[in-house]
């Protein structure tokens, strides 16, 4: 069971850690256990998952106790039912594959500009302007949005996104008790990581607010804005010497993973039919995502474009190793597939 539904993501975990440690060695660059702009992955992460689990346990353990009596008792009964060992050993096992998988990504991110010489953010600019009919993607915004309070607003849901993705994973590996369901999205989380690390080497650009500051001048400070000074001065000490400090260097813009991972997610959901307030507020996070990550200068208009095809592609990948197959393929597919599984099984 928890190879069926963890397999690939395991597999996935430890051939990007290989290649992580590889550059590595062949760069001569320190690993590092990166922080995010919410503390260590190995410290926020558990605790959200931890706290999922209270908050899955407790309601429950109190309504049993409220109506059988006895607390302990309750909790007992209530953890065995929700909590047995193959439930754990899921949980552990997707939360590890994940996290070695993140921690591999920012590692490679980092290692971008010792391996990588310069950056195509020019022609990236040129084709942004094509199509943007010869403007600017992130002018016409500034000019149809103003440039006062659709910058705290738009920051504040760029910087939701950081918060969006434990709560989700939490959401997939804890609450959801469809396995197969929750392996899809949290495989296919980790595809992203792997597809986006790989188009930062493929396509090196650091975007708009990187390149041309004056630009954004007129936007007020936001939590952005701090959080884009931040990385601006981790990426100039991880160059300077990446032995004496801490920092690793997290800026690439081709292509957005904010708007490739939300994809994921709006498709997760979309094609696995949840509630439609959650399938349609994930398509509106993801659009007011992509105005955002181009009106604060993240990302020029085609690496949120290179989002959703990478976003896409997750999905339909983590479908097929996940065995949620049925959601992506073409109908005429499935049956092949259920014969030479009985075939097998057989």
Known sequence: MVLRAYGFAVVLALGLATA??????????????PDGAIGPAYVWLPTVIALA?????????????W??????????????ERWPVRQLQLVLVGLGSWYLTYAAFRNLKSFLPFVRDGVDDAAVASADRVLAFGRDPADVLHDLLGTGAAAHLLSFFYVA??????????????????????SWYVTAIAVDWVLGVGTYYALPTLGPIYREPEQFADLPRTWVTSLQETMHAERLEAIANPFATSS??????????????????????HLAGLHAVWRWGLWAFLAVTVVATVYLGWHYLIDAVGGVAIGAVAVWLSAVVTRNGQHVLPRRVIPQRQAVAADISS
Do not use: K
């Open 53 to 65: 689990i209270v908050i899955d346990v407790l309601p429950r353990t109190v309504r049993r106790a």
């Open 20 to 33: 992580a440690y590889v550059v590595a060695e062949v760069h001569h660059l320190p690993l590092r256990d």
């Open 248 to 269: 690793v260097q997290t800026i690439a813009a081709f292509a957005s993973l904010h708007v490739g991972i939300l994809t994921s997610a709006c498709l997760v959901a």
């Open 67 to 80: 109506s059988a009596g006895g607390l302990r008792n309750a909790l007992v009964a209530v953890w065995r």
């Open 161 to 182: 996104w950081i918060v969006f993705v434990p709560l989700t994973l939490a959401a997939a590996m804890v609450w959801s008790r469809n396995i197969a369901l929750g």
